[in-house]
């Protein structure tokens, strides 16, 4: 079926085989002495790992004492058709099994160990699936969460790769990193152009932040497009980003600051990691971790201590905040942590819930309805709300923090509680 390629065809057949087999109460060693092949080499069938030649298949029928068409055929018992649509969709193609030690052959074994419930269980994936369109990408974000929350969010080897590049600049231990320094490498060292993203003339593109035009030949440069509205700490963050691509050797990339479409897992991990990197460049992990050891040795809170180490680094909120979470966890041991970014529209009752990372086990909204409601217990929400009630000229960075205490469910009356800033 044109839906299915090669690979997708050797887990079918793999399945196929075992079904057959058990049906009739055949273990695989006397299989294999039926078929005349080894049972090594059967038991790589049967895993999906090979696809055996014409020949080969027709003794394992033979074996099985089953058609050949029937063996090969894509088509899959009414119990095990999920089965055959899990391995025709993008999903089994493009998940990133190997990033959490599996490999796609694990989904096959344990269809084949009990095909029918694992039939049904897909079944299920299937329809929520369905029920709220999710889309591929989604499933791809979702590893990439799980992914980072596997880490702790930190990672060791790009902190080092960013701490390498600051120290051969003679870049260490800086709290302000501009832009135009970091064009004047992009430009001087990689020999790239940076130039305006043109909105006036195509204002459709007026909600990027920027877009990376390779080079037409190998010795052509690449332009950087930056939209010219952004701030020097946004465009700071975009050159970052774009030397993180570079220094990582990170080919597979997308070339828009928004993700317009998402064809495979290590492009979504390379975006990432090329992020990460500018987030490094931009708040050093030595320089912000003396800043938090000082906070951190307060005997109380201060909204305005905290507020004066965010704006010494000269960056947004969010890449401030984001970067929080990657330290904490990997310095000081704050696994239990939780970001959510916010949108809002001055004016307006709604607020859409942009990104997140969950770390902790608090039922944090995942906002798979785009107008969902979230509940006005963050803190967040109400300085958005309370920001947009301000007479113009208000100021527009505000800290707040809260104690949240959450009730879980159980045998036990457990109570956990949650520092929220």
């Known amino acids: 079926m044109e839906d299915l390629n090669p690979e997708s065809l050797r887990y079918i057949l793999g399945v196929k085989l075992r079904q057959f087999r058990q049906e009739r109460g055949l273990g695989l060693k006397e299989t294999a002495q039926a078929a005349g092949m080894s049972v090594s080499y059967l038991s790589e069938i049967e895993k999906g790992r090979k696809y055996p030649k014409t020949e080969k298949i027709l003794q394992i029928a033979r074996a099985l004492e089953v058609s050949y068409d029937e063996l090969v055929s894509p088509k899959m018992s009414g119990d095990l058709d999920p089965v055959r649509e899990l391995f025709a969709s993008p999903f089994l193609q493009e998940f990133p099994f190997h990033f959490f030690g ?236 939780y970001f959510l970014r916010f949108s809002h529209r001055v004016g307006r009752e709604t607020f859409r819930l942009s990104k997140v990372l969950n770390m902790t086990a608090l039922p944090i909204p995942l906002g798979i309805e785009p107008g969902e409601h979230y509940c006005r217990r963050w803190p967040g929400l109400r300085l958005l709300g309370s920001m947009s009630a301000q007479e113009a000229g208000a100021p527009d960075l505000r800290v707040a923090a809260q104690r949240s205490r959450f009730l879980f469910d159980g045998a036990s009356p457990d109570v956990s509680e949650y520092l929220t800033l």
Do not use: C
């Open 102 to 337: 599996l490999e796609p052959e694990s989904i096959v074994q344990l269809v084949t160990e009990v095909p029918a419930k694992a039939g049904a269980l897909l079944r299920t994936f299937l329809e929520v699936g369905r029920t709220y369109d999710l889309r591929t990408e989604q499933f791809l974000f979702a590893a990439l969460r799980s992914y980072q929350q596997l880490h702790g969010n930190h990672f060791e080897d790009i902190e080092r790769r960013a701490a390498d590049w600051l120290e051969a600049r003679g870049w260490s231990g800086r709290e302000v990193l501009r832009a135009d320094e970091l064009q004047q490498v992009f430009e001087g060292e990689l020999g790239d152009r940076v130039e305006d993203l043109p909105i006036d003339r195509y204002p459709e593109l007026a909600d990027l932040r920027s877009v990376w035009v390779p080079s037409a030949g190998s010795r052509g440069s690449s332009t950087l497009l930056i939209n010219p509205r952004l701030q020097a700490s946004q465009k700071a963050f975009a050159l970052g980003r774009e030397l993180g691509y570079r220094v990582l050797g990170l080919d597979e990339r997308s070339t828009t600051s928004v993700h317009l479409e998402v064809e495979s897992f290590d492009r979504v991990i390379n975006d990432f990691s090329a992020a990460y990197f500018s987030g490094a460049l931009l708040i050093q992990k030595p320089v912000l971790v003396a800043g938090l050891e000082q906070l951190f040795a307060r005997p109380r809170w201060s909204s305005d201590a905290f507020l004066d180490l965010l704006l010494r680094h000269r960056t947004t909120p969010e890449t401030f905040f984001y970067r929080l979470s990657q330290v904490l966890p990997g310095v000081f041991g704050f696994r239990d942590m």
